[in-house]
């Protein structure tokens, strides 16, 4: 598999498309609304949740539900990772931990994605969420993303195909 | 809080209030189901296109595991209080052991394992397929409000579509 690693060597217009064919390609990404954001071109790539009122987990405050906020860092994790490789592999996730600093008020969603690592078999990607400023983060995330099976972790996953 | 008086409504009841009136919830069609003998709190997320992860439709997307699992430890929490106070997800990780079919529905079993003032710990286990294979782990850590609120305004739970 021919694959390639640095983001440096990647057009930035080619990774946005990349981004966004993986975001239209994966059903519940499409169907929350995960988008790329219109600027940050300058300093890597927005992602963008608009708000609506169906991701609402807590009516009192009111606050968008934290499995959404994970959801959307998540989606950011991994079209973030597949837009370094070449082949459009099925987006899996080793693990993902989050860190909620404050609700998530009833507006829109922000995230970008720092890569902190993309080896051959695993990325490990540090993700932050925002909402009105973005030195305030509302939550921040960390994801190991698959970038390659070897053969044994394709025998591993093909146990439960 | 206890009172009868100001507490018409009993955990089960408002635990069950939550889950069928929370937008999220209804939106991805998430069921509570009753609290089990063992203690736990389960949760199930029938299939459907919508919440799948490849375009085959063969897998969850590992968002509504996350959400699911969100769901479950912060009910299992209220219900080990055993009364209504709002409680916040400090931080919460998951371990995918394996993909998530949508053979069958996906199923969140939740407890709160330890419980103290103000921090309660739980953890899920979700289950998927006929066989109900672990799909993946997860664990919380979620803040009780230290401000007694009271119940919270039921009518605004209870304008919404019943599911």
Known sequence: MSTTHDSDGIDAQVARERIAATLQAIPYTRHLGVRLANHGAADGVVFHLPFDGRLIGNVTLPAIHGGVVATFM???????????????????LVDFSIDYLSSAGPIDLYAQCEMHRVGKRIAAVGVRCWQRNVDAPIALGRAHVFVAASASDAAVMEEHD | ??????????????????????????????????????????????????????PGGKFFFPGTLFSLADSACGLAVFRALGRYLPIATIDMRIDHLAPATMDGDLVAVAECYRLTQPIAFARCELLCGPQSKVAAIAVGTFMLSSSSRGVPDMTRFTGGRQR
Not at chain 1, 74 to 92: F, S, V
Not at chain 2, 22 to 39: E, I, K, T, Y
């Open chain 2, 1 to 54: 809080m206890n009172d009868p008086q100001k507490f018409p409504v009993s955990i089960e009841e408002l635990a069950r209030l939550f889950s069928q009136h929370m937008p999220h919830g209804r939106d991805v069609g998430m069921v509570l189901d009753d609290l089990s003998a063992d203690g736990k709190t389960r949760m199930r997320l029938p299939p459907q296109p919508l919440l799948s992860g490849d």
């Open chain 1, 74 to 92: 998540e989606a950011a994790a991994l079209a973030a990772t597949y837009a370094l490789i070449d082949e459009g592999l099925p987006p899996k």
